[in-house]
């Protein structure tokens, strides 16, 4: 049987933490409506440090450009940046990268019934049945997703 994952493009950074640098932004403490419009408070009394926020383990994580729409479902979209952290063991429902016959794919692990499944959020995608005839690892936790709101790609801004 044979599968076409095609859904990450490349690896972008392999960055150490202390090679990360800090800039600390302003939070609103206040949450802003996504429905009708409320008053605004113009209340910023904290800073924000991105890496502090994305990075839980600084020298196990990573990030990964997909290229693809198998994970549209869960929000994962064409062009984003992923953040990926290796070291620790999925859970059943977390998004994982994952190496499948050779392939990175980036898909929701599903463990159910003793059986382990890569699921796309897509359905047009097939779902992939993990087993011992089958070369696979996964290589990290999916942790956070960036993606533009321009829709042009995250480093292009």
């Not at 994970?71 to 062009?79: C, K, P, Y």
Request: proline residues 5%.
């Amino acid at each position: 049987m044979s599968y076409k994952y095609n859904n990450v493009l490349d690896i972008v950074s392999c960055a150490s933490y202390s090679e990360l640098s800090h800039v600390s932004l302003p939070l609103m403490v206040s949450t802003v409506s996504a429905g009708f419009p409320s008053p605004a408070e113009g209340s910023i009394d904290k800073v924000l440090d991105l890496n502090e926020l994305l990075i839980r383990q600084p020298t196990s994580t990573f990030f990964v450009r997909v290229k693809g729409d198998s994970m549209r479902d869960a929000g994962i979209l064409d062009g984003d940046l992923i953040v990926v952290e290796r070291g620790e063991r999925p859970k059943s429902n977390d998004i994982v990268l994952a190496i499948v016959e050779g392939e990175f794919t980036v898909k929701r692990w599903v463990k159910h019934s003793g059986r382990l499944t890569l699921q796309a959020e897509n359905p047009a995608y097939p779902s992939i049945q993990l087993h011992e005839h089958i070369d696979w690892e996964v290589w990290g936790v999916v942790r956070y997703a960036i993606h533009s709101c321009t829709g042009r790609p995250v480093d292009e801004g």
